[in-house]
């Protein structure tokens, strides 16, 4: 039996071909007009530096946003303090290190240990410092941490999701999101109420100096407001084909999963 549906409206989308419409605080995450992606790099010895877009508006209870990550350098040196790279919503647009941020998102960590791999986590904060959510260690955040790691040369393509009271981060090996590595879930409210998240942020931070080199890229950028998932039906039987009306996509149903490429 073959489907034909139209997906969910996106709200928000950049592949960052063409204009740079993101605002920068810092020189080391920006838009790169020359190869159409957006840059960054977690300076060891630097400044907190961030990126964003206005979302304009935001539901506080359903959204889900995606984007591709490659990690071009990932090398722990002798330190063992920290560089990180968030990549969340937020409520405002002042750096990480500051106080009064809601936010939910996926935060990377490359310290001593694992040797040359970043560590994952989820992580929801409620009127704190971003470095709550952020850091493994320490801090007041909701945070979930992934088995899986990042490292050099890979890319993940990952998936944020808030229904509710609860916030998802899912990371797939194919663009298509058809086949999951890892998901992790904190509690979206981080026990107050995180709201107000109008700001699309990628920033970069640090323990102190260290010397660790971590950079990479981002793309593909996509958003969807008042949703929490993508919307293929799930109610068929086995063998069934479904068309996207708008791209011609096809995917392929069986044992309760959509698989790209029918």
């Given amino acids: 039996r073959r489907y034909w549906f139209t997906p969910n409206t996106l709200t928000f989308e950049d592949d960052f071909s063409g204009a740079d419409n993101w605002t920068d605080d810092g020189t080391s995450v920006a838009v790169n007009t020359s190869t159409d992606v957006l840059d960054w790099a977690s300076i060891a010895n630097g400044n907190d530096?961030?990126?964003?877009?206005?979302?304009?508006?935001?539901?506080?209870?359903?959204?889900?946003?995606?984007?591709?990550?490659?990690?071009?350098?990932?090398?722990?040196?002798?330190?063992?303090?920290?560089?990180?790279?968030?990549?969340y919503l937020d409520s405002v647009t002042t750096p990480i290190n500051t106080a009064g941020h809601d936010g939910l998102g996926i935060t990377y960590e490359l310290d001593d240990s694992p040797n040359n791999q970043a560590s994952i986590g989820a992580f929801a904060i409620d009127n704190k410092n971003p470095y709550d959510g952020m850091k493994f260690n320490s801090g007041t955040g909701a945070r979930s941490v992934f088995t899986e790691t990042a490292q050099a040369s890979e890319t993940q393509y990952v998936r944020m999701i808030r229904d509710g009271d609860t916030f998802t981060v899912e990371i797939y090996s194919d663009?298509?999101?058809?086949?999951?590595?890892?998901?992790?879930?904190?509690?979206?409210?981080?026990?107050?109420?995180?709201?107000?998240?109008?700001?699309?942020?990628?920033?970069?931070?640090?323990?102190?100096?260290?010397?660790?080199?971590?950079?990479?890229?981002?793309?593909?950028?996509?958003?969807?407001?008042?949703?929490?998932?993508?919307?293929?039906?799930?109610?068929?039987?086995?063998?069934?084909?479904?068309?996207?009306?708008?791209?011609?996509?096809?995917?392929?149903?069986?044992?309760g999963t959509w698989s790209a490429g029918a």
């Fill in 49 to 87: 530096d961030l990126c964003y877009k206005d979302l304009t508006s935001v539901s506080d209870s359903k959204w889900f946003a995606d984007f591709d990550i490659t990690f071009d350098t990932v090398t722990s040196g002798s330190s063992t303090n920290g560089s990180y790279l968030a990549i």
């Fill in 175 to 255: 663009s298509t999101r058809q086949t999951l590595v890892e998901s992790e879930s904190v509690d979206a409210t981080n026990g107050g109420t995180v709201s107000g998240l109008r700001y699309f942020k990628i920033a970069t931070g640090r323990d102190n100096t260290n010397n660790h080199t971590f950079d990479g890229t981002i793309d593909n950028v996509k958003f969807y407001n008042n949703v929490s998932s993508v919307n293929k039906p799930s109610n068929v039987q086995d063998n069934s084909i479904l068309v996207e009306k708008d791209t011609g996509n096809r995917y392929w149903f069986s044992s």
